[in-house]
């Protein structure tokens, strides 16, 4: 069984940093896009950055320049590089991606069960 945990949320100052990880694990062949959603309190999810198999990635707008997404391949890891941190940045932070179980075959959705991120002082 296919599943993606998340790890590294928690308290942090306006200002201050975190880095999130996601972590693939169970038995499959190949991971393509890994993407970062986050909802707030009240609000929609939202699609906060993406990185493709290539390395390819990009950003919402509100947190451009302040957010970098990396992935290890080897590790089955995307992470969340968080810097500059502001209130407004404060949700639930969820892991998905796309993972195949064979080489021919297509690929499948998969969502962490979320990490929560808190900025205030």
């Known amino acids: 069984q296919v599943q993606l945990a998340e790890s590294g949320g928690g308290l942090v100052q306006p200002g201050g940093s975190l880095r999130l990880s996601c972590t693939a694990s169970?038995?499959?062949?190949?991971?393509?896009?890994m993407q970062w959603y986050r909802q707030a309190p009240g609000k929609q999810r939202e699609l906060t950055a993406f990185?493709?198999?290539?390395?390819?990635?990009d950003y919402a707008d509100s947190v451009k320049g302040r957010f970098s997404i990396s992935r290890d391949n080897a590790e089955k890891t995307v992470y969340l590089q968080m810097n500059s941190l502001r209130p407004e940045d404060t949700a639930m932070y969820y892991c998905?991606?796309?993972?195949?179980?064979?080489?021919?075959?297509?690929?499948?959705?998969?969502w962490g069960q979320g990490t929560q991120v808190t900025v205030s002082s």
């Open positions: 998905n991606a796309d993972i195949s179980k064979t080489e021919a075959g297509g690929y499948r959705n998969y």
């Open positions: 990185i493709t198999a290539g390395g390819g990635a």
């Open positions: 169970g038995t499959f062949l190949k991971i393509g896009i």
